[in-house]
């Protein structure tokens, strides 16, 4: 891999997997929706490797004459990253509509990065759609569906099905992705888990977790450093989750931080039941055994 074009690069984890393949001395092609000023994304870094380019997703069948006008060419070694995604006014709301048109745009994007000569096309997507297969599997006759976000999941299952047939049919590697749950040392992401943990550090109460369910808290930076190796060495056809591959529930994780900073007043941690998702659905051996990823953070590291 010598260069890589991204999707969804103004948000925060593309704009974290743009530094960690900038570091590895790859050219960076970074697409958004919003202007330039607005992305946070300054183009002609210092090595001239990164390159920023405004675009909708809906007006992906523009990009290769954009990158004519520009003389941006993909080269012989070039894998396409694709984060982008949108629902109404977040990545999960919205009715059944404007989630489903994530999956024609994920369709059309990967014919595009074959278009280009891309030799990889890389989806991310979440824990959710797990919940979404346990589900589909009629494990809710025994356990109770935990997940708010079902239109999202499914058509993340979609859009993963959909890339995965189109991908065979253009003939370019497909190589689907998945994680849990994602922060950063500032802990100044937005979300439940972020704002807990942050207070929890500033012994703040917090508002305990309403179910019992399985996460994997990784850190962004070995996120990133996953989805280097994933563009580097990943496998056509393989689903592969990124996480540490030892998950806890929620409770749990902040009962350990808890301990960490408090040592005095120890806390126990709950025993784990009525689980939806299994420990095997947090294996990552085979993202190891394909690429050689290691997790060198660890939430307590904060």
């Known amino acids: 891999m010598r260069k890589a074009i991204i999707t969804g690069a ?20 970074a697409l958004g929706r919003k202007d330039q000023l607005d992305s946070g994304i300054q183009s002609g870094n210092k090595e001239g490797n990164l390159t920023y380019c405004q675009i909708d997703l809906k007006d992906i069948n523009l990009l ?10 993909a080269g012989e070694s070039c894998v396409f990253y694709h984060f982008a995604w949108s629902g109404s006014k977040t990545l999960t709301d ?53 997940s708010s976000q079902s239109l999202y999941s ?61 996460f994997d808290l990784i850190n962004i930076r070995d996120l990133s450093k996953a989805y280097y190796l994933i563009g580097l060495r990943g496998i056509n056809k393989a689903d592969y989750f990124i996480g540490t591959g030892k998950p806890s529930t929620l409770s749990n994780y902040f009962v350990r931080l808890k301990n960490s900073i408090n040592e005095l007043d120890e806390q126990e941690e709950k025993k784990i039941s009525n689980l939806i998702l299994s420990y095997e659905d947090f294996d990552i051996s085979t993202l190891t055994k394909d690429t050689g990823f290691q997790i060198k953070n660890t939430f307590l590291n904060i």
């Open 10 to 29: 103004s948000g925060l984890i593309g704009k974290n997997v743009i530094n960690e393949l900038l570091a590895n001395g790859i050219e960076v092609l």
């Open 94 to 146: 919205g009715a059944i509509d404007d989630q489903l048109k994530n999956v024609a745009y994920s369709a059309n994007t990967i014919k595009i990065a074959k278009k280009l000569g891309c030799i990889k096309f890389v989806n991310s997507g979440s824990i959710e759609e797990t919940f979404a297969e346990k589900y589909l599997e009629h494990n809710w006759k025994n356990s109770e569906y935990h």
């Open 154 to 214: 499914i058509s993340k299952l979609s859009s993963r099905d959909m890339c995965l047939m189109v991908g065979y049919l253009e003939k370019i590697d497909y190589v689907h992705t998945r994680f849990s749950a994602v922060y950063n040392n500032d802990l100044d992401m937005k979300g439940y888990i972020c704002s807990s943990l942050k207070s929890i550090l500033n012994k703040e109460e917090i508002n305990p977790p309403q179910n019992n369910q399985l």
């Open 64 to 73: 290769p004459d954009m990158l004519k006008k520009i003389s941006w060419s």
